[in-house]
């Protein structure tokens, strides 16, 4: 259950702003989850947990919940709560973050940085800091000034939310750390100009995800070649173009089996798929169960 949400959106054009950064508390009971109930975001997610026990599995790993932990998890990256433990329920606080919301900034430099504490990492990550660590005190106050800031809403807070945030940023990086690019092979460097023309497609993606998309499509709305655009657009995303299209439709289709009676070959339809048995092999891909056991269990 969502407690208490706040949004904050951006972009380049009036018309097509996207959810940049949203901030919000879930409260959970005690629980053993059936099913791995594993799920992806096209977002960066930092969760603070406030209260509760449990465990958190990632694709290699399993950790134990402790209140005071913080987890960070990369766009497009497994993870799941597979139990909360007795007696206490579990309160958390999350922030996901839109990739672009790091990227805009005329100066990349510093932007490559923070990013690359997701999509490079050191020999050292791991998906936790625990409680009681210095960096994860710090990032908790960051994480409470950034929720007053919401509150307040006082001049210029979209600016402070963004400061906060670069400051969670550089905690993680000096925590962990984030490896030097390497050397050889061909690299698609990242500018400023490129970063706004791949958000063209970005933003397409977001208006038509429901709709029949083409790779030379989005390429052409972005300017590139295929083979340059999808370089560019895994290298600011932290995944490819058809990764993030299927994570969209796949989230809005389970909104739909959570709020409607519809059938499911219309839910497939109406999420961007004209082939049920595909829809549901992405489904149970994305989520770890399949769109009938959403439906049972709501």
């Not at 972009?11 to 629980?31: I, M």
């Not at 606080?93 to 672009?100: F, L």
């Amino acid at each position: 259950m969502i407690v208490n949400e706040y949004k904050l959106y951006s972009g380049t054009d009036q018309n097509a702003k996207y959810e940049s950064v949203k901030l919000y508390h879930s409260l959970v009971p005690p629980q053993k989850r059936r099913g791995p109930r594993k799920h992806y975001h096209t977002s960066f997610e930092i969760s603070l947990f406030r209260k509760g026990r449990g465990f958190y599995r990632t694709k290699n790993k399993t950790y134990e919940i402790h209140p005071g932990d913080i987890f960070f998890f990369s766009t497009n990256e497994e993870h799941s709560i597979t139990e909360i433990s007795e007696p206490d329920d579990m309160l958390i606080t999350n922030i996901h973050v839109d990739p672009r919301f790091l990227w805009m900034n005329d100066n990349l430099i510093s932007s490559r940085r923070f990013v690359d504490i997701f999509f490079n990492r050191g020999d050292s990550f791991e998906n936790r800091i625990a409680a009681g660590t210095p960096a994860a005190e710090r990032i908790k106050a960051l994480m409470d000034a950034t929720e007053q800031e919401f509150i307040n809403k006082k001049d210029a807070f979209e600016v402070m939310v963004k400061l906060h945030l670069i400051e969670i940023m550089i905690c993680l990086l000096r925590y962990y750390g984030a490896k030097s690019e390497t050397a050889g092979g061909k690299t698609y460097e990242l500018t400023f100009e490129k970063f706004l023309c791949i958000n063209k497609a970005v933003e397409y993606i977001d208006s038509h995800y429901t709709e029949p998309i083409t790779l030379e499509k989005l390429a052409k709305t972005a300017g590139f070649s295929k083979t340059h655009f999808g370089a560019l657009f895994k290298r600011m995303m932290g995944m490819s173009p058809w990764d993030y299209i299927n994570i969209k439709r796949i989230n809005h289709a389970r909104e739909l089996i959570l709020t409607t009676s519809l059938p499911v070959e219309t839910i497939a339809a109406e999420s961007g798929y004209n082939n049920t048995t595909l829809f549901n092999r992405i489904f149970k891909k994305i989520m770890g169960y399949t769109p009938s056991e959403v439906r049972k269990d709501k």
